[in-house]
Nanobody, 125 residues
């Protein structure tokens, strides 16, 4: 079993920055890959960024160069550093954990077994 608790959401203006955190605990073998997903009102959930415990990272095209995903040395705290925020980044952000080392597309929900409750980000113009 894995527990995931997000924090750090809030409201910012266009061009601002936020850092989301996700505290993880539980079976380490179920946390080989961690990801951030988001769901905007009226839209489907989409993958934003993912990181494997060996520090391999992937990003969605929409956030590459603006967002950075990272893990602490203990591999228990996941972060999403978001810069140059845009109104279209407004969404509920979720962290998720996967026991899969490689698997399918890392920004697809399919491999992720555990999910947090989400933290809300609002970017105003």
């Amino acid at each position: 079993q894995v527990q995931l608790v997000e924090s750090g959401g809030g409201s910012v203006q266009t061009g601002g920055s936020l850092t989301l955190s996700c505290a993880t605990s539980g079976d380490a073998n179920s946390r080989r890959r961690l990801g951030w997903f988001r769901q905007a009102p009226g839209k489907e959930r989409e993958g934003v960024a993912a990181i494997r415990i060996d520090d391999v990272r992937v990003y969605a095209d929409s956030v590459r160069g603006r967002f950075t995903i990272s893990l602490d040395n203990a591999k228990t705290a996941l972060y999403l550093h978001m810069n140059s925020l845009k109104p279209e980044d407004t969404a509920m952000y979720y962290c998720a954990a996967s026991p899969v080392w490689e698997g399918g597309p890392w920004l697809s929900e399919n491999d992720y077994k555990y999910w947090g409750q989400g933290t809300s980000v609002t970017v105003s113009s």
